[in-house]
């Protein structure tokens, strides 16, 4: 239980590094605007973390911490596209396991699969993702490994907004998520280290409860 | 000069790996369609061999090797999306490098960009790549790199086609390509190892000449 024990440990170095770099950025009085077209105080480029060799590596190590204390045996590593890409790679690399890829949707013309690499049927995998929001996008990626024949054992991510919904859709597709930290964990280090004040806490946790709803007045 | 040595040996086993993983496959009497609408007597999954721990140890080394060889001093390493990411990563992982990527378009609402991670102004970077073909797509994000203020070194690719377009593509932007194996190389290797016989020489080199041509015969 290794990893157990220093999850929050984990947790907060992560948040603290993600804001340190500016790969999240939160803006409760002047709102991002996402691609889902969404209205929202925090904006996540984990991408960043990848020109980081020293963050890059507290990924990739926490995320085989996670795997070599919570599986036994896995026969794959695959990375969703694109973000998810890099750090399955490092993974694959130091467990000297094969890697796949899985793309949100299939090229117009060709033969390009939704997955890439060799198919190993019944293969045990490990999915690899950047960003959680809804987790729409990180389930069809599972859903296009397992109509391979494959065995999704779980999910890591570096980061979770912890929206109830992607709970919810998790749940319901059997697949265990575990996250290096989360939308809680990051307001507690960003209010820790001045990045944001008491008074932005509640606008903060407002749109968490209605991301959907929330920066939509007119 | 260690790896000039060693190119022959470097891009015979690469192809014999290729051809041996079916990631190349070569089919001159019942030719693929492509996804540039051509038709081709070859079709190349060069991501199949990143299910292949030993021969995505053997791109990542011979890259490397190039990289150690031709360059002094190299601040970031760049893979084109998304198949040249794994290898880019992989690389940067072992030289303790930042990691950054390019996309082929960027998506078309919010905030993502070409370039994915930290721009280094006037950084030397080199860029990653699965396969050229007309190097087209290579050389786009090449300038996408050069757009953000970084110094494009030079492009490296597990294969070319070898075709004259590309050549001149690559001379004409000044940037130097190092591939692992090319088309000469493989239909030699395929022709020792029996993958083709000898008749089917002058179909694969009749297409190699004219590849936007050959086959569409109505």
Not at 17 to 31: N, R, T, Y
Not at 54 to 72: D, M, Q
Not at 161 to 170: D, I, L, P, Q, S
Not at 192 to 204: A, N, S, T, V
Request: proline content about 4%; aromatic content about 10%.
């Amino acid at each position: 239980m290794y990893f157990q024990g220093k999850k929050d440990i984990v947790a907060n170095k992560m948040a603290a590094m993600l804001l340190d770099i500016g790969a999240v950025k939160l803006q409760p009085h002047k709102p991002f605007k996402w691609a889902s077209s969404w209205n929202a105080p925090i904006y996540c480029d984990n991408r960043l973390t990848l020109s980081y060799p020293e963050i890059r590596n507290f990924v990739k190590e926490s995320f085989i911490s996670i795997i070599k204390n919570k599986y036994s045996a896995i026969d794959a590593v695959a990375g969703v596209a694109t973000a998810g890409i890099p750090q399955a790679a490092l993974i694959a690399d130091a467990m000297n396991l094969p890697l796949l890829y899985v793309r949100s949707k299939t090229k117009e013309h060709g033969m390009e699969n939704l997955v890439e690499g060799k198919i190993i049927n019944e293969g045990k995998v490990i999915v690899v993702e950047d960003l959680i929001s809804t987790g729409a996008s990180s389930l069809s990626a599972v859903d296009a490994l397992k109509r391979t024949g494959m065995q999704v054992l779980g999910m890591l991510a570096i980061f979770t907004y912890g929206f109830e919904t992607a709970e919810v859709n998790f749940k319901k597709k059997n697949v265990p998520l575990h996250c290096l930290t989360n939308y809680n964990y990051l307001l507690s280090v960003a209010l820790e280290r001045k990045y944001i004040g008491e008074r932005d806490m509640e606008i903060l946790n407002a749109w968490r409860r209605n991301p959907d709803k929330w920066g939509n007045r007119k």
